[in-house]
């Protein structure tokens, strides 16, 4: 099993910035792809940011430009640089890892989530 901790919410001024920090840990052989999602109360759950073991990133649209994933595959953590923070921006933020815990055993795991409260 492996599991993921989340760090770095919290509440911010609009044009504010804050970074979110995910690691994963336990049995891991390898990870593919980690990323961020969010969710507010009464919306399903969306695609904010995702990385793959080689680098390639993709973001949604209204976050381009003002957020960075980044990740660390030695320390198997991912990271969210989310600077021109906008009201809009808060949410639930989920961190996310595709992970295999052996060669041939690969599931998908979900971080608990971290509050991210943009208000003046």
């Known amino acids: 099993q492996a599991q993921l901790v989340e760090s770095g919410g919290g509440l911010v001024q609009p044009g504010g910035s804050l970074r979110l920090s995910c690691a994963a840990s336990g049995s891991i052989h390898s990870i593919d792809v980690m990323g961020w999602y969010r969710q507010t109360p009464g919306k399903q759950r969306e695609l904010v940011a995702v990385i793959t073991s080689g680098g390639d990133t993709n973001y949604v649209e209204s976050v381009k430009g003002r957020f960075t994933i980044s990740r660390d595959n030695a320390k198997n953590t991912v990271y969210l640089q989310m600077n021109s923070l906008k009201p809009e921006d808060t949410a639930v933020y989920y961190c996310?890892?595709?992970?295999?815990?052996?060669?041939?055993?690969?599931?998908?795991?979900w971080g608990k989530g971290t509050l991210v409260t943009v208000s003046s």
């Open positions: 996310y890892a595709d992970i295999r815990t052996t060669p041939w055993r690969r599931n998908d795991y």
